[in-house]
């Protein structure tokens, strides 16, 4: 089945430094990847939303300087989280639109688990 | 705008039983889907149903059924033979037909059940 592999699971970085995240669709090709973010105990929130070869859209209150998205294949979409903080400190999963139809058109990565010290 | 309102926190469960988590929501948009997720501690999300708007019948995989309430906008989760291993978080989520649209998901459901 569709599979999105997400990289690392989790890191742990020190404030200020700056935390990739990858995450790969190993046997479709992802147009478009969402990125959401979900602290302790709440709900998955919407981030941003790239589409490959075009700049993300974010949402309301994400800082695009902040948190880089590049989707420059149709394959692979990073999530860059700049100058990190301890605020940011978070559980990042991202989201692509399999057009195959497993999972009604919705693969999950794993999850990343960032901790900023 | 779309709108998932979960409106229980936390849930207990006798191990065998059935239990039902609940999810309304709000849309304008006449065509669009529903979803259920699991979220164990590990983090991932683990798809279990989907429903359509234009479903005529309420959809079931295995132990999970969907109760589809159109007219209510409501759309809960039935477990049945409730197992130790459904302790997790449960999310509600909703997406529009139209475009290449994200997921919106509910507050989830925290159930727990007891052996």
């Known amino acids: 089945g569709a599979v999105v592999s997400q990289h690392p699971s989790r890191v742990i970085c020190k404030s200020g430094t700056s935390v990739k995240i990858e995450c790969r669709s190993l046997d479709f090709q992802a147009t478009t990847m969402f990125w959401y973010r979900q602290f302790p105990k709440q709900s998955l929130m919407l981030m941003a939303t790239?589409?490959?070869?075009?700049?993300?859209?974010?949402e309301q209150g994400v800082e695009k300087d902040k948190f880089l998205i590049n989707h420059a294949s149709l394959t692979l979409s990073t999530l860059t989280v700049t100058s990190a903080h301890p605020e940011d400190s978070s559980f990042y999963i991202c989201s692509a639109r399999d057009l195959s139809g497993e999972g009604y058109g919705y693969t999950f990565g794993s999850g990343t688990r960032l901790t900023v010290v | 705008a779309q709108k998932i309102t979960q409106t229980q926190p936390g849930m207990f469960v006798q191990e065998k039983e059935a239990v039902t988590l609940d999810c309304t929501y709000d849309?304008?948009?006449?065509?669009?889907?529903l979803f259920w997720y699991k979220q164990p501690s590990s983090g991932e999300m683990i798809f279990l149903i989907y429903?359509?708007?234009?479903?005529?019948q309420n959809a079931t995989e295995g132990r999970y059924s969907l109760n589809f309430q159109k007219a209510r906008k409501s759309a809960n989760l039935v477990i049945s033979a409730s197992q130790l291993g459904d302790s997790a978080m449960y999310f509600c989520?909703?997406?529009?037909?139209?475009?290449?649209?994200?997921?919106?998901f509910g507050k989830g459901t925290r159930l727990s059940v007891i052996a």
């Open positions: 989520a909703m997406r529009q037909y139209s475009g290449n649209t994200p997921l919106v």
């Open positions: 790239s589409n490959e070869g075009s700049k993300a859209t974010y």
């Open positions: 429903q359509g708007s234009y479903d005529q």
């Open positions: 849309t304008s948009d006449p065509s669009y889907g």
